[in-house]
């Protein structure tokens, strides 16, 4: 899909197992960027976004063919409405193409995404110091919830955890 951005002709597809290597590329940017460290590796990346069992979609932008931007999104589910939720994992525009309306553009194609499979919302996570996204998230009409809190379990902390299941073969 071409997306007439700024003046600028901005080519949105989806990712193929060929884009793997750009994509742990753009996810190592988006990781230096926001002072994280990216363990994925593109076996990993490969399997996740296009193995047997993917987990997640991965969409690419392109300006006059250059790669400038990627997006990662999966589908989750929201109990309480019952239906399907789209979950931006990521979403990374170069620098260089930064303020052009490109990030605007790409949450506006996502969004399509989510109405095509009646997603009953849309959903990110934005870095508490990122002011620029904040703001950026929030003139899209976007709340940011001020009393919700991820939680998270990393790998290292699961076997400890799931070690704690106490499973009973008595039938009663």
Not at 13 to 33: C, H, K, N, Q, S
Not at 44 to 49: E, G, T, V
Not at 66 to 89: C, E, H, N, Q, V
């Amino acid at each position: 899909m071409i997306l007439n951005v700024d003046n600028l002709a901005v080519e949105v597809r989806a990712g193929t197992p060929a884009d793997v290597p750009l994509l742990l590329t753009f996810i190592r940017a988006m990781a230096e960027f926001e002072k994280l460290t990216a363990s994925a590796t593109e076996a990993s990346l490969r399997d996740a976004l296009f193995g047997e069992d993917a987990v997640a979609h991965a969409h690419l932008a392109f300006v006059d063919g250059k790669p400038i931007a990627y997006a990662i999104y999966f589908f989750s589910f929201t109990s309480m409405m019952g239906r399907r939720a789209l979950w931006l994992d990521d979403l990374f525009v170069d620098p260089a193409f930064r303020g052009k309306g490109i990030g605007k553009a790409l949450m506006a194609y996502l969004a399509g995404i989510a109405v095509k499979h009646k997603c009953a919302r849309f959903e990110w996570i934005v870095l508490d110091w990122n002011t620029s996204a904040i703001e950026f998230y929030q003139r899209l009409g976007a709340d940011v919830l001020p009393d919700w809190r991820i939680c998270r379990v990393d790998e290292a902390q699961l076997p400890r955890i799931a070690s704690g299941l106490v499973v009973s073969t008595d039938a009663d």
